[in-house]
């Protein structure tokens, strides 16, 4: 076959099974996601060991997955052990300074003698397997080898200066049966084999060369050098191919038609205006006047608005929505919560009054209705709110997932708003934009401040808007890091607490879990925001947990009279609207609470926070969950309580937050110190498994080539017809996301 390129695909070369190419390996690399040989080709090294330069032994870590360059010291020959008689080979390697302990384990006592045999003193290697603790010492177990000498071993490398490619390996299949098989590969493959995503004149203009030796340049370096510039242009490639597919959606959904909403005089929205009780925001105006235009025309909005908690972003969404509903369309609000769902429900109709009571008794004359539908809205309340979207006489319909289900139907819907946009997938945006009959307009809102290059990549489709200022008369928040261990501290803490609630004011106090025993209450902490590196966080007593805490504070002297409630996600729904209610009504002043209330959670009583095992969590998250204090004119004050030992990233982390109430400048430090995975996001770890080589907080200047050069290529090209290596890549991409998808659900 050849490609419209130019480019001959090398007749099925990259489409061989795996299991052809490696017969008794196919299963061990399915398992590691390589299907075809041409898998492997993008199974790229996760780094390269200097076989010139011992690794400090030192310095390892246990539990950590380790590849090591260390020369054998000695070794045991072959041991039997006394009771069980399994056999054994120990030896010793080091750096020239210290000693790092192996133990090979044999079933036969052919292979323990190999081993021994093979591990003479003064030999170079590289030697990888996770570092563990055994008789109190660090011990490397089974691990694979890789010598550095010309040997007769199979897995033994000719030139012992060139980097050495270490693989991402399995139990069962480790780094140099990897390399081999690609070794194996590469070599059956001729310049020209391998589609190039990037079509020639793009690779030109910014100085890349052929796809083949880059290729081989990774995986056989014979410098440094070769697979630095050759890891620069993949990471390019990786970049380009993802941009290119948001340019494809943002073309896509730019070529289907919309319906203009053009604004109504004398309207709704102009009654809203005119009763509002505060004065709009410069921001809230400029970015109210970009989507109002946007709204007016026949071509989907497809935007997202970021804004600090509280910076007024629902108030800007309500305007928009207004704007439709006055040009006879309907609005769909999608939350992430149902406590989000409510409460924006009760927010939109409390800022609307009588404007939304339309068609109600007393409703003003031109009102509409805001309906909520969750997933505990059940039985007539249910069959009341899908009527009222299907007939249209909810000009606004608030809900959680349960608003994407089939019977959901919708009069007109002409306004997408989807709340806190990174909770869900494109899909899930998606299927609640298909429930219109044109496409409607979208509006996507986040309070979680996203750095630029992360807001290309995972939001590549939308154009931005930031609301930067907090609306006039918010109160300073002071915030500071309280050591768990020092219990004149604590007390200290709770009296702060007295002292707030005594002026009328609320605290929250935030745990990591809600029982003592909640297996799965980790899922409640961003996932990586502590790290191995956190060793105290490891050895210490559980995390706090929302029970226990609350029975301790009703039994504190500090707090004694003083009304302690409770909210968690294992709560019923109802039970969570009284815990809410009664906190803002002040019944219970002290709420002790899971992250739930992360999110938009708004009472503006509320001034102390207070976060237990505060180093548990990531730093995006202890802002939100700072962000709930401070609402109303009263100062606002968080408390973070922390065991972590100064100095670890967990310390690091609240200092940092303490420091700054900046969004922006929290969110870029939060990026530089979580995995990939994690800056993306659960739901949008389709797009995020794609990047092996692209570091999101690292690549901002090559995320931002790339999509100039997608978006040209794409606006030339819609449907990709000149360039099929580059659609071919996007499928695989594409396919990739949806197993995800489908994983998950
Ligand atoms: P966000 O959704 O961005 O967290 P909200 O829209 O909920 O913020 O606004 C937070 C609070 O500030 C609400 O009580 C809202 O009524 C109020 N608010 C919004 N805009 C203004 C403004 N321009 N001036 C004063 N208060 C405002
Ligand atoms: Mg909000």
Known sequence: MRYADGVAAADGALDRPIGKVAPRLGPKFEALGVHVAGDLLRYYPR?????????????????????????????????????????????????GHAVLHLAFFAQREGMAKAFAAQMRPGRRGLFTGKVGWFNGRAQLANPAVVWFDADDEGAAIEHAERPIPVYPASATLDSAKIATTVQVVLDGLRDGDVPDPVPAEVRQERGYGELLPALRRLHRPETEQDWRVAQQRQRYEEAFVLQAELARRRVRAAAQAAVARPPVPGGLLDAFDARLPFALTAGQREVGEQIAQEIARPV??????????????????????????????????????????????????????DLAEGGLLGGAEHGTRVTLLTGSVTGAARRTALLDAASGAAGIVVGTHALLEKNVQFAELGLVVVDEQHRFGVEQRDALRAKAAAQPHLLAMTATPIPRTVAMTVFGDLETSVLRELPAGRSPITSFVVPADLPAWMARTWVRVREEVDKGGRAYVVCPR??????????????????????????????????????????????????????????????????LADFAAGRTPVLVSTTVVEVG????EATAMVILDADLFGVSQLHQLRGRVGRGTAPGVCLLVSGARPGTPGDDRLRTVAETLDGFALAQFDLEQRREGDVLGASQSGAASSLRLLRVARDGDLIEQARTDARAVVEADPELVGHPALRAAIDQLLAGERDEFLDRA
């Open 601 to 604: 959670v708004d009472v503006p």
């Open 47 to 95: 780094r390269y060991a200097d076989p010139s330069r011992l690794t400090d032994i030192a310095g390892l870590e246990i539990d950590e997955k380790a590849s090591i360059v260390a020369e054998v010291r000695s070794s045991s020959g072959v041991l039997r052990a006394r009771t069980s008689g399994k056999l054994r080979v120990e030896a010793q390697v080091t750096d």
């Open 514 to 579: 809600i029982t003592g025993d909640d297996a799965d209450g980790a899922d409640l902490v961003e996932p990586g925001a502590a790290t191995l590196g956190d060793q105290g966080a490891a050895a210490r007593r559980p995390p706090r947990a929302v029970l226990e805490v609350a029975d301790e504070l009703r039994g504190l002297d500090e707090l004694a009279g003083v009304g302690i409630g409770v909210l968690h996600g294992k709560l019923p729904p109802e039970d969570k609207d009284r815990a």
């Open 300 to 353: 989907p909005m497809q935007r997202l608005l970021q804004g600090e908690v509280g910076s007024g972003k629902t108030v800007v969404a309500l305007r928009a929505m207004l704007q439709v509903v006055d040009a006879g369309g309907q609005a769909a609000l999608l939350a992430p919560t149902e406590v989000l769902a409510a409460q924006h429900a009760r927010s939109l109709r409390a800022l609307l009054g």
